[in-house]
């Protein structure tokens, strides 16, 4: 029997809501310090809603201490997570920090300094 796949824009849906809501509630309802300022910049779900990618940057804090805090403190948003979605299966989450704003900083330094480079060559 062949299962047939739920609707992209649903697994979208979801993705987008459980963002926002932890967005909102990782600063109101966890005081753990090692966590610092969170941004939660993208979630990824599994087909079969069982896991979820949570993928996020932070300040304040080092990129392992936010990722294990935050690991740590999963089952505690996952409660609060189940009331507020209303789906038959909540997925788990799995905090993972998100280099691609490092990356970006670092492309937008490369680009900087040849670009100054090319400055002084036209000078010359």
């Known amino acids: 029997m062949m299962i047939k796949p739920s609707k992209p824009g649903r697994a979208n849906r979801i993705e987008e809501q ?3 809501d932890l967005a909102t509630m990782i600063p109101k309802e966890l005081s753990d310090k090692r966590i610092g300022l969170v941004t939660i910049t993208g979630v990824k ?4 809603y069982a896991h979820a990618t ?3 940057t932070s300040i304040g804090s080092t990129p ?6 935050l690991n740590s ?9 189940f009331k507020l979605l209303k789906i038959h299966t909540v997925p788990q989450r799995h905090f993972v920090y998100d ?17 100054a480079e090319d400055a002084e060559k036209i000078k010359e």
């Open 18 to 20: 459980i963002q926002r």
């Open 45 to 48: 779900i599994t087909p079969d």
């Open 54 to 56: 949570v993928y996020f």
């Open 64 to 69: 392992e201490a936010s990722e294990e805090a």
């Open 73 to 81: 403190a999963s089952p505690i948003l996952y409660q609060r997570i």
């Open 99 to 115: 280099k691609s704003v490092e990356d970006g900083f670092e492309m937008d330094q490369l680009i900087k300094q040849a670009r």
